[in-house]
């Protein structure tokens, strides 16, 4: 089965500071991708970054980098530079099998300014 | 290039009623999935069309339905509207099939729908 965990259902970051949002998965594919998604209150959930599992090297869009443990299951979002327009509910997602996208229960970030 | 539109934005049905949401994908693409977003469940996904043709199901019953037409868009459809039918659909679209993949969706804001 494949399941994908957020252990931290709120976080908070002073404007401009480094934070990290935690995401550990479960599948037995072999071939699979993770993304992180934030949903603004506009409630438009926009992807912020993707890894492909047979990819060794870290993801990194800007601003946004991953922590891509394999072995372990770990998939962790890091935000540099918090901006205030980073505020939102971010989401990490499995892509695995044939089926269907699994989401996480969702972190709330905000951002302090 | 608009994004992907959904209608309505809101909907307030009663139990029993049915509904139909309606979704217009970026043009060009021709793959559209739906969700379904609950505070309890959080995000499921209920289906997703490729050419006209349902390519993937998730596990949902039978009183939620879909259909995609030749211009893509896509329409959902739930019978027999049920208290914990409550929540916010959101559907995407993407070039190609992207659910087993890398294929970036763009997803719309999404129908609220409340179920009295």
């Known amino acids: 089965a494949q399941t994908v965990t957020q252990s931290q259902p709120e976080m908070s970051v002073q404007e401009a500071e480094t934070v990290t949002l935690s995401c550990t998965y479960d599948?037995?594919?072999?071939?699979?991708?993770l993304f992180w998604y934030k949903q603004p209150p506009s409630r438009q959930m926009i992807l912020v970054i993707r890894?492909?599992?047979?990819?060794?090297q870290n993801a990194t869009e800007n601003r946004f980098s991953v922590n891509f443990q394999k072995a372990a299951k770990s998939f962790s979002l890091k935000i540099s530079d918090s901006q205030l327009g980073d505020a939102a509910m971010y989401f990490c997602?499995?892509?695995?099998?044939?089926?269907?996208?699994?989401f996480g229960t969702g972190t709330r970030l905000t951002v302090i300014p | 290039k608009a994004g992907v539109t959904q209608t309505p934005r809101y909907l307030i049905k009663t139990r029993g009623q049915q509904v139909t949401l309606s979704c217009s994908p970026i043009?060009?693409?021709?793959?559209v999935s739906w969700y379904q977003q609950t505070p309890g469940q959080g995000l499921q996904f209920l289906f997703e069309?490729?050419?006209?043709?349902?390519?993937n199901k998730g596990n949902f019953p039978g009183r939620f339905s879909g259909r995609q037409f030749s211009n893509s868009r896509s329409e959902m459809n739930v019978s027999t509207l049920e208290l914990g039918d409550s929540a916010l659909y959101l559907c995407?679209?993407?070039?190609?099939?992207?659910?087993?993949?890398?294929?970036?969706?763009?997803f719309g804001s999404g129908t609220q729908l409340s179920v009295l």
């Open positions: 043009s060009g693409h021709r793959s």
């Open positions: 599948t037995s594919e072999s071939d699979y991708y």
């Open positions: 890894q492909e599992a047979y990819k060794q």
């Open positions: 997602v499995l892509s695995s099998g044939a089926n269907n996208l699994f």
């Open positions: 069309y490729f050419s006209e043709t349902q390519r």
């Open positions: 995407a679209s993407s070039a190609i099939p992207g659910q087993n993949s890398n294929e970036k969706l763009f």
